[in-house]
């Protein structure tokens, strides 16, 4: 291959003058120079290459970055960042994600951390000035902007998202950790940048995964760190929630959504809902917004076609486990219930369980969801009247509404339906024998309202809160249990005429 115009190739050394920039030709032919396959030793001689040809140009301040002639001589005044820059980093971001993934599932290696700590104060330097450049030329181009704009900045965006990717892979890092330290702005930039895929409905930035995609069932330091600074971003926890619902609505509201993004911020409330540490959890079990979230969801799983069946399947347990772990426990277990089933949540559990083929791969873990929804949340809810009604109407209008009849379906939702339904009119019948006999039946169960179960709640109070052994149906009550009714138990009479 022959080398590019004014480069001067020798003994396997690549030399340039830094008096400017590399121009995009050059620096084509360097990184051709080595394969891509294995990616350390690409990714090393991608940072050799930025050592030589960016770092030596970077000024020590990010206010002087625009003063610079090669920034100044860029085509177009909305890019403000050459183009052999961006190549640099937007190759360094994608070597990145690729660690893992084209690599047996390896990580990266420590000589290739150790690289990228070192060029990563200019690195950083140019990636602010990029951001705040994007940032500025979305506010400016939003209502106008042309879909070659649009694929224009998803591409610049990515390149964000794959870089903060590394901070959240490999936070552990000495190396990693010392630079999120020193650099206390990444995390709120990241923080900015997931909140503002949430509120961008022209998808101007393009969705991505970095954030959600990275934070795994492990909680990390750097997680609490993110969280902790997106709630400051948004003024509080409950309105983090609701950005973190904003994310998925946003993106089912598309004519085709980003399913890889709608997957992995299905899993942010999924492996959040449980971590009692996390500093969004209790506001999420709170939200009636991630209830009706959750089933618009389901809905849009049920009805699409445009994906294909082991997908559709991830996200039907990830849906399905972020409702279990939304009520199971939870100070709010009621009323998330009344709220699903006024969803209608059993029938959309229905649609979605004839979508699971029994020799589908992900097939006992989607029943074992079934029947812990059902043993575990629907079952013990069927002692508060209310619930015990709603769930018998939800049933009888899947039903009517459905050529199948319960015979008919799969074992999945013959043992779901059938056992629940069996469990309903227990509860039914033996509600109406003791209306019918004039013994004025008492239905105790969980007071979530009342201010000592609402702290129990922060102490981690086992399976108090759990509907299961809440309440007890009986014909005489003694006085001391209606004492006792009064404060930490409540009437399920009292709380119907409410």
Not at 100 to 126: D, H, L, N, Y
Not at 153 to 181: G, L, W
Not at 235 to 257: F, H, K, S, Y
Not at 258 to 285: E, Q, W
Request: positive net charge; charged residues 20%.
């Amino acid at each position: 291959m022959n080398p590019p115009n004014g480069v001067n190739i020798n003994a396997k050394k690549f030399t340039i003058s830094i008096a400017q920039l590399i121009s995009p030709r050059e620096l084509d032919g360097y990184i051709a120079m080595i394969n891509a396959d294995p990616p350390d030793l690409f990714f090393q001689h991608l940072l050799r290459g930025w050592m030589k040809f960016v770092a030596p140009l970077t000024p020590a301040k990010l206010e002087d970055v625009p003063r610079l002639k090669c920034v100044l001589d860029t085509a177009e005044p909305t890019l403000h960042i050459p183009e052999s820059i961006f190549t640099l980093l937007h190759r360094v971001g994608y070597v990145i994600s690729q660690f893992g993934t084209t690599t047996g599932g390896s990580q990266m290696p420590e000589k290739c951390v150790a690289s990228f700590a070192r060029g990563w104060p200019t690195m950083w330097i140019w990636i602010q000035h990029t951001y705040y450049a994007h940032q500025a030329a979305i506010r400016v181009l939003y209502r106008t902007i042309t879909a070659a704009q649009k694929d224009f900045f998803t591409n610049r965006y990515h390149v964000f998202a794959k870089m903060f990717q590394c901070f959240i892979n490999y936070a552990d890092r000495p190396a990693i950790s010392d630079i999120i330290e020193n650099n206390p702005k990444i995390i709120s930039m990241m923080a900015e940048l997931w909140i503002s895929e949430a509120k961008d409905a022209k998808a101007a930035n393009g969705f991505s995964r970095f954030i959600s995609g990275s934070f795994g069932e492990t909680e990390l330091a750097v997680e609490r760190r993110f969280i902790t600074e997106v709630i400051l971003a948004c003024g509080n926890a409950q309105e983090a929630v609701n950005v973190a619902c904003l994310r998925v609505e946003c993106n089912i509201r598309q004519g085709i959504p980003v399913y890889d993004t709608l997957m992995v911020d299905l899993l942010f409330f999924s492996n959040r809902l449980d971590k009692r540490t996390c500093p969004i959890g209790f506001a999420m079990h709170a939200s009636a917004r991630v209830t009706t979230m959750l089933m618009h969801t389901l809905t849009h799983l049920a009805a699409s076609t445009a994906l294909n069946k082991l997908a559709r399947n991830y996200m039907i347990d990830a849906s399905l486990t972020a409702v279990y772990k939304l009520l199971h426990p939870s100070p709010w277990a009621y009323e998330r219930i009344v709220d699903l089933l006024q969803h209608n949540f059993i029938p959309l559990l229905i649609a979605c369980g004839r979508l699971v083929h029994p020799a589908a791969q992900d097939y006992k873990r989607i029943s074992l969801l079934f029947s812990w929804l059902r043993d575990d949340i629907l079952s013990p809810a069927t002692v508060h009247r209310k619930l015990v009604f709603l769930m018998k109407r939800s049933i009888e209008v899947a039903y009517a509404q459905s050529p199948k009849s319960l015979s008919d379906e799969d074992a999945l939702i013959k043992d779901f339906v059938g056992q629940l339904w069996c469990r309903i009119n227990e509860r039914v019948t033996t509600y109406r024998d003791y209306k019918n006999e004039g013994l004025h039946p008492v239905i105790l169960c969980g007071n979530t309202n009342h201010p000592s179960v609402r702290k129990s709640y922060h102490r981690n109070a086992p399976q108090m809160l759990i509907l299961q052994n809440l309440a007890v149906l009986q014909s005489k009550v003694p006085e001391s249990a209606m004492v006792q009714s009064q404060g930490a138990m409540q009437c399920d009479e009292r709380r119907n005429q409410q």
